[in-house]
Every structure is written in structure tokens, then in C-alpha cells.
């Protein structure tokens, strides 16, 4: 039999000497030192089957693995990231296992989180695992880590490996661990997005959590399918408390088996946010859950970095930027930006397409977890102070960059920390000043920061900020008069008259109060709005303000435009009043257009004919008085002038004084003329965003079209707009769309 490299017994004649190696040995007469060496490894040739079993019930990543698959064809590597618990290393699992064909050389498997934590060392000890489920004996493995990168090379030149790498902190464990066959590759794991590996052509996949159909599939697949089907409302709720995590979902559902829960059980226990992270988690000797998880991530960032993630934790809203962040933790905005960096690396915060940031709820609930075990007690009060004096001044740059004579009863250089003769600097310097249309992409900024401004609101009142608490919802209202959200804006200024009560200012209360009335209305609750009302008036005759009590009246008028008109156009002439005497131009607008808008009211509350005939007090008929005066006052509104005597027209009454000038041509009998004015003031109120009152005109032009297919585009543009605010009116006009 020839001898070769594959042989399994060596022969060695008797005039040999020197070092022989192999596992077995037929000598005859042997003469002179002679050295045996026995290696534990495998022998040469061997096929290294080393990547763990996947989970059994793996569902999900389907797109996940079919990238991976797309990799393979391309002979490309990858590193697999994500925030803790996302489910890298299972994905890994799983590919690994169902592409073994791939690799008929053998799969490595090297798991640096267990190399740190026992060795001592990783890179040096992961290349000598390598070599020796290789084949290659001890002699030959070498040292040194050059000498063991280069020994790795030449032995997995010649094989097609794949090599699993989990938890590799640093790119050049990929780089090493990287095979030189023809069709190797190397997937690995990460906490960190190893951005530069892309200069290696290594593919960085980003894993994310389960959306609520896949959050649902695993828990079915866990949990049992007969039981998710039995309470699918529980299992919603239960994918939603989880996050769609998959480490989360996982520990829910061997809870679920282990505690002998049912699922609405369970879901009564994690609706508790102080006790959710605690609950997911399984108790015995191998104890896991989701804190721990996000622990270890959390103890290899900086100190800095650190106690950033503390304060995102206490940070009240859903997303931020790089200046709320800075504000949070006293920092300016570059080191801010610096350690929110950090923080994105170890997927502990989330950057958005548009550049904010965010946490995921059960990353918030531990950040704020550890803030508790870590931090001073009043630093979440004062991290909210910060916070809520921020939004404070930036709510009203864009209250005053969208109308700055609006009323307001809030000191501006009080908010703003300038003197009064600089606040009009300050609002050209506003982030909204430079745009080519201040007011459109200062409500922009409102309506993206909707639901971190409420956050903010309700946590300045649960600490006790009144004064910042009433004036950020008097400076709020702005948006709301643009985009109805009806429940956020009852609930805005609920909160914010409350805090003026608290604060002792009655005009701020007054101002309030009365706004309040608006959303109660269209929420059909009107006895509240009456109530609210009421206490308003009291309040602002009180107060001393000059303008105020017109104010007031004039949104008075408002409850009783459709219960008396004539009540109300007396209350808009006592709002017309007060408001020429105190010298208040747009107030005084305001009360013509109302009382125009009564008259109109007033109109269509009568026949056709009456609406034409019909006089109060001997003079022109309800309709074209309506007429005449909304024609008047959307000129006016056009006209009106700033306090330096530039140009300041108000546009966005002008168009639903345009609305209401087409109603009142309708009811003329002008209804040609109607449709036109109709729709232009449909364009004009899209364009500046009070789409409210676009969905009253809208309606109104319904009634004077006579194609069908119009008629329904029309309404369901109105709908759309009514659901999207939570007006009830959308029911009725679903109701009429059906019918």
C-alpha cells in the first residue's frame, strides 16, 4: 500500500530516526532517539459539526433567512444585529442547521461570550479551538496570534467551512476567524453594529422585533394553537406588553406552562409597567429573563453612556432628538449626540428613518429600573423640569411663528427668558423662521411632537410644575385649532385650567376654561361645555383683563349658535364691544365673523323662502345680511396688520370666512356661485391645515352637487378627516356613505 498524507498507519524502516507523526505505527528493528507525539485533536480530514441546535419552535425571520440565503449565493459574510433578546444567535441556529449541504467541509462554532467569561482571552483561544476541530495537531497549530490567523488561512484553503461566530465584540474577530476556501463564509452575532466591517464586504443585518402577526405565530407555536385561538384579544395584548420581543414572548409563554396561567392572567400581571419586567422573567437554577438580558448590554457601556440611558429612561414622550436629550441631561447637544451614538451602536436606543430616537418599551422600563437602583431620588423631577422648560419655549417659538397676536395670557419673556423688546429676535431665529413656510412647518413640528408634548404636559403636573403645565397648554392649543385631535385637546387644556387653578391665575384659568369648551362640544358633551363656560365668564370679569371677557363671550357664542342664534349673535356684539374698546383689531374680526356666521345660522334654521324674506328689526333679510358680513370680514381678515403696521394677514379665518361667504350665496339662491366660493375656501383651509372646518365645507358643497360619484369623494374626504380627530361626526357620515 502507497504511502500518502491520508494513510492511517505509518511504516518506518530500520535505518529510520528522527519524529514521527500519526495514530498508529509498524516498525520493524528501531535504532536511535525516536520521539512519539500523541494529539488529542481530531485527526486530519475530519468533518467539525459544531453549530448548536436551533430552537424547536422557530418560526418567524422568514426574510431574515432568505437574505442570509441570497448572501450564500453571493459568497458574502455577515454579522447579525440587534438589541439584546431579539433572537441573532437562534437565527444563526437555524440557517446553520438547514444549510449544512452547503459546507460539506464542517461548520465551526465559537461562542466569545463564553470564551471571555471562562478564558480569559478570546481571539488567540477562538483560532485554537478552530485548529484543532480542524485536525491539525498541537505541533502544527503554532502561536502567537499572526502565526494561528496564518495557520487558519492555510487550512481553510482548501475546504468549504462555514464558521458561527456569537457575541464577537470587536471586527477583528471576523476578520481572522474568516476562512479562504472558495464558498466559506462567516456569519456572526453581535451587540455592536461593527460598522466597519462594511470596508471587508461583510453584510451587516439588522434583526427587528416581531410585528403583531409574527408576535402572534410564535405564541401560537408556544403556547398552543387551541389556546391563542380561545382568547385572541389576550394574545393582542400579550404580543403588545411583550414589545415583540422574542426573548420577551418566549419567557411570557414558559411562564404561561410553568405558573399554570391562563393568558389573560398573564396579561392582567404584565399590564402593571412597575412590575412588568420582573414577571417576565422564569425563576430556577438557570433563572433568565428579560432585565438580565438587557443588563449585560447595558454594563459594557461607558459611564457616561450610562447614565444617559438612565435618563432616556425618566425622559417623558415616545421619541427625542439630539437638543430634548441634551436638555434632559444638562449636556450640550454635541455631546449629547456623541453618547446617543454610543447607545444606537449597542442597540439599546433605536434611530428612526427621520432621524430621531426612541426606546423600546421594555428598554424604557429597564432604563427607568435601573435609574431607581442607581440615582438620586429627585433626579427624575429634575430631569423633567429640564425637559418640560425646553418644550415650553419651543411650543411657543411655534405658537407665535404661526400667529403671534393671537391672545395669550402667558408672559412671553417669562418663557422665553428674554426681554420683551428681543422676543421678536428670538421668534425670526426660530428652528421654524428660515423655511420657506414658517407657520405650515412650525404645526408640522407640532403635530410630529404630538404625543411627546402630552408626555411632557402630564408629567409637568404629576411633579407639580403648574405654571409651566398651564402655560404649555395655552401655547399647545395652536395645533389643535389646526389638527382636531378632539381627546389630546380636551385633555391638554383639562390639565392646563386645573394648574392656572392650582397657580392662582385667574385669567390663565378663564382662558382656558373657555377653550375647553370647543373639543367638549364636538365631542357632544354639552352640559360640560356650558359649565366650563360659565365659570369661564366669572373668572375673566374678575381678572382685569382688558380683552379677555370679549374673548370669552365670543366662544360663548359659540354654544349657542345652534340652540338660539339670536342669543348668540347678542353675546358676539358684547364680544365685538369689549373687543373695539380694548383697541384689539383681530378680536374684533373674530366677533364680526361670528356674528356673521350667527346670522347665517340663523338662516338655515328657517324655510328657503323665509331665509330670503325674513328681516330682525326691519332690515335686510337673515341671509343676505350673513352674506354682507362674511364677504366684509374675510376682507378684513385679509387686511389685518402687525403690531409694527407690516402686513399680518390671517388666512385661516379668511378661508372659513370663505366657507361660510359660500354657504350664505346657497342660501341666497346663488348656487353656482356658491360651488365656487365653496371651493376655493376647501383649497385655502387644505393649504393651511384647518382641515376641521375643510370637512364643514366639504359637506356643504354635498348639498349642491348633483353627481354621485362626486358626492362620495367628497364625503369620504370629510370622514376621513373626522375619524382621524375622533369627531363622533364621522359616524353619521359613515352612516350616510352606506346608505
Given at each position: 500500500?502507497?504511502?500518502?498524507?491520508?494513510?492511517?498507519?505509518?511504516?518506518?524502516?530500520?535505518?529510520?530516526?528522527?519524529?514521527?507523526?500519526?495514530?498508529?505505527?509498524?516498525?520493524?528493528?528501531?535504532?536511535?532517539?525516536?520521539?512519539?507525539?500523541?494529539?488529542?485533536?481530531?485527526?486530519?480530514?475530519?468533518?467539525?459539526?459544531?453549530?448548536?441546535?436551533?430552537?424547536?419552535?422557530?418560526?418567524?425571520?422568514?426574510?431574515?433567512?432568505?437574505?442570509?440565503?441570497?448572501?450564500?449565493?453571493?459568497?458574502?459574510?455577515?454579522?447579525?444585529?440587534?438589541?439584546?433578546?431579539?433572537?441573532?444567535?437562534?437565527?444563526?441556529?437555524?440557517?446553520?442547521?438547514?444549510?449544512?449541504?452547503?459546507?460539506?467541509?464542517?461548520?465551526?462554532?465559537?461562542?466569545?461570550?463564553?470564551?471571555?467569561?471562562?478564558?480569559?482571552?478570546?481571539?488567540?483561544?477562538?483560532?485554537?479551538?478552530?485548529?484543532?476541530?480542524?485536525?491539525?495537531?498541537?505541533?502544527?497549530?503554532?502561536?502567537?496570534?499572526?502565526?494561528?490567523?496564518?495557520?487558519?488561512?492555510?487550512?481553510?484553503?482548501?475546504?468549504?467551512?462555514?464558521?458561527?461566530?456569537?457575541?464577537?465584540?470587536?471586527?477583528?474577530?471576523?476578520?481572522?476567524?474568516?476562512?479562504?476556501?472558495?464558498?466559506?463564509?462567516?456569519?456572526?452575532?453581535?451587540k455592536r453594529r461593527l460598522g466597519e466591517l462594511a470596508l471587508d464586504d461583510v453584510e451587516l443585518v439588522e434583526l427587528d422585533v416581531f410585528d403583531p402577526a409574527a408576535a402572534k405565530e410564535l405564541l401560537g407555536e408556544l403556547c398552543g394553537r387551541a389556546a391563542v385561538d380561545a382568547d385572541p384579544r389576550s394574545v393582542d395584548r400579550l404580543a403588545e406588553l411583550c414589545g415583540g420581543l422574542p426573548i420577551a414572548l418566549r419567557i411570557a409563554a414558559a411562564r404561561l406552562h410553568s405558573d399554570r396561567l391562563t393568558l389573560a392572567q398573564l396579561v392582567d400581571e404584565l399590564a402593571d409597567e412597575r412590575q412588568r419586567l420582573g414577571r417576565l422573567a422564569v425563576q430556577g437554577a438557570d433563572a433568565t429573563g428579560v432585565s438580565a438580558t438587557l443588563h449585560l448590554t447595558y454594563r459594557d457601556q461607558s459611564e457616561p453612556a450610562a447614565r444617559l440611558y438612565r435618563t432616556l429612561g425618566d425622559l417623558p414622550g415616545v421619541s427625542f432628538d439630539s437638543g430634548v436629550v441634551a436638555a434632559a441631561a444638562a449636556l450640550d447637544t454635541a455631546a449629547s449626540s456623541r453618547l446617543l451614538a454610543d447607545l444606537v451602536d449597542a442597540h439599546l436606543v433605536h434611530r428612526t428613518d427621520d432621524g430621531r430616537y426612541q426606546l423600546h418599551s421594555l428598554v424604557r422600563l429597564h432604563a427607568?429600573?435601573?435609574?431607581?437602583?442607581?440615582?438620586?431620588?429627585?433626579?427624575?423631577?429634575?430631569?423633567?423640569?429640564?425637559?418640560?422648560?425646553?418644550?415650553?419655549?419651543?411650543?411657543?417659538?411655534?405658537?407665535?411663528?404661526?400667529?403671534?397676536?393671537?391672545?395669550?395670557?402667558?408672559?412671553?419673556?417669562?418663557?422665553?427668558?428674554?426681554?420683551?423688546?428681543?422676543?421678536?429676535?428670538?421668534?425670526?431665529?426660530s428652528p421654524f423662521a428660515a423655511s420657506e413656510a414658517p407657520g405650515r412647518d412650525a404645526i408640522g413640528w407640532l403635530e410630529a411632537e404630538r404625543p411627546n408634548l402630552m408626555a411632557v404636559l402630564r408629567a409637568a403636573v404629576r411633579f407639580g410644575f403648574d405654571r409651566q403645565a398651564w402655560q404649555l397648554a395655552e401655547v399647545l392649543t395652536v395645533l389643535f385649532l389646526h389638527h382636531r385631535h378632539l381627546a389630546d385637546w380636551r385633555e391638554s387644556l383639562a390639565l392646563g385650567a386645573d394648574a392656572a387653578h392650582r397657580d392662582h391665575q385667574p385669567a390663565a384659568e378663564a382662558r382656558l376654561r373657555s377653550m375647553l369648551s370647543r373639543p367638549l362640544l364636538d365631542l357632544r358633551q354639552d352640559d360640560r361645555a356650558l359649565a366650563e363656560l360659565e365659570a369661564a365668564?366669572?373668572?375673566?370679569?374678575?381678572?382685569?383683563?382688558?380683552?379677555?371677557?370679549?374673548?370669552?363671550?365670543?366662544?360663548?357664542?359659540?354654544?349657542?349658535?345652534?340652540?338660539?342664534?339670536?342669543?348668540?349673535?347678542?353675546?358676539?356684539?358684547?364680544?365685538?364691544?369689549?373687543?373695539?374698546?380694548?383697541?384689539?383689531?383681530?378680536?374684533?374680526?373674530?366677533?364680526?365673523?361670528?356674528?356673521?356666521?350667527?346670522?347665517?345660522?340663523?338662516?338655515?334654521?328657517?324655510?328657503?323662502?323665509?331665509?330670503?324674506?325674513?328681516?330682525?328689526?326691519?332690515?335686510?333679510?337673515?341671509?343676505?345680511?350673513?352674506?354682507?358680513?362674511?364677504?366684509a370680514v374675510y376682507e378684513e381678515f385679509l387686511g389685518l396688520l402687525g403690531k409694527d403696521g407690516a402686513p399680518a394677514p390671517d388666512r385661516r379665518m379668511a378661508a372659513r370666512a370663505l366657507a361660510d361667504l359660500g354657504r350664505a350665496q346657497a342660501r341666497c339662491g346663488a348656487e353656482q356661485e356658491a360651488r365656487v366660493t365653496l371651493g376655493r375656501a376647501i383649497e385655502e383651509l387644505e393649504e393651511q391645515q384647518a382641515f376641521h372646518y375643510e370637512a364643514e365645507a366639504l359637506e356643504a358643497l354635498v348639498e349642491l352637487v348633483e353627481d354621485d360619484g362626486e358626492r362620495r369623494r367628497l364625503l369620504e374626504r370629510a370622514l376621513t378627516i373626522h375619524r382621524k380627530s375622533g369627531n363622533p361626526r364621522a359616524v353619521e357620515i359613515q352612516a350616510r356613505l352606506a346608505g
Open positions: 500500500m502507497a504511502d500518502d498524507a491520508e494513510t492511517s498507519a505509518m511504516r518506518v524502516g530500520n535505518t529510520m530516526s528522527g519524529t514521527v507523526h500519526g495514530t498508529s505505527m509498524q516498525v520493524g528493528s528501531v535504532h536511535g532517539g525516536i520521539t512519539f507525539h500523541y494529539a488529542a485533536a481530531p485527526a486530519v480530514g475530519t468533518r467539525p459539526d459544531q453549530v448548536p441546535k436551533p430552537p424547536r419552535r422557530f418560526v418567524n425571520r422568514r426574510t431574515d433567512l432568505a437574505r442570509l440565503d441570497g448572501l450564500l449565493a453571493e459568497g458574502a459574510s455577515a454579522v447579525l444585529n440587534g438589541m439584546p433578546g431579539i433572537g441573532k444567535t437562534s437565527t444563526l441556529y437555524r440557517w446553520a442547521h438547514d444549510n449544512q449541504q452547503h459546507f460539506p467541509d464542517g461548520q465551526l462554532f465559537v461562542d466569545f461570550a463564553k470564551l471571555r467569561s471562562t478564558a480569559g482571552a478570546d481571539l488567540s483561544e477562538a483560532l485554537v479551538m478552530c485548529l484543532r476541530a480542524l485536525g491539525v495537531p498541537e505541533e502544527r497549530i503554532g502561536s502567537g496570534t499572526a502565526e494561528l490567523e496564518s495557520t487558519f488561512r492555510s487550512e481553510s484553503a482548501k475546504r468549504r467551512l462555514l464558521v458561527v461566530l456569537d457575541e464577537v465584540t470587536e471586527p477583528g474577530h471576523v476578520r481572522s476567524l474568516t476562512p479562504k476556501g472558495e464558498g466559506s463564509i462567516v456569519l456572526a452575532t453581535s427607568q429600573e435601573t435609574a431607581r437602583e442607581t440615582d438620586p431620588p429627585e433626579t427624575e423631577r429634575q430631569i423633567v423640569q429640564r425637559v418640560t422648560t425646553h418644550y415650553l419655549a419651543l411650543t411657543t417659538l411655534a405658537d407665535l411663528t404661526v400667529r403671534a397676536d393671537r391672545l395669550r395670557i402667558l408672559a412671553l419673556d417669562e418663557v422665553l427668558q428674554q426681554s420683551a423688546d428681543r422676543i421678536d429676535e428670538v421668534v425670526r431665529r365668564i366669572a373668572l375673566a370679569d374678575g381678572s382685569g383683563h382688558p380683552v379677555l371677557p370679549g374673548s370669552v363671550r365670543e366662544l360663548l357664542g359659540r354654544y349657542w349658535d345652534r340652540r338660539d342664534p339670536e342669543r348668540a349673535a347678542a353675546v358676539y356684539r358684547e364680544s365685538l364691544e369689549i373687543n373695539e374698546l380694548a383697541g384689539e383689531a383681530r378680536g374684533a374680526a373674530l366677533a364680526r365673523y361670528f356674528l356673521g356666521r350667527a346670522l347665517l345660522v340663523a338662516a338655515e334654521g328657517t324655510s328657503e323662502a323665509a331665509a330670503r324674506t325674513t328681516t330682525r328689526e326691519g332690515g335686510e333679510p337673515r341671509a343676505a345680511e350673513a352674506e354682507r358680513q362674511l364677504r
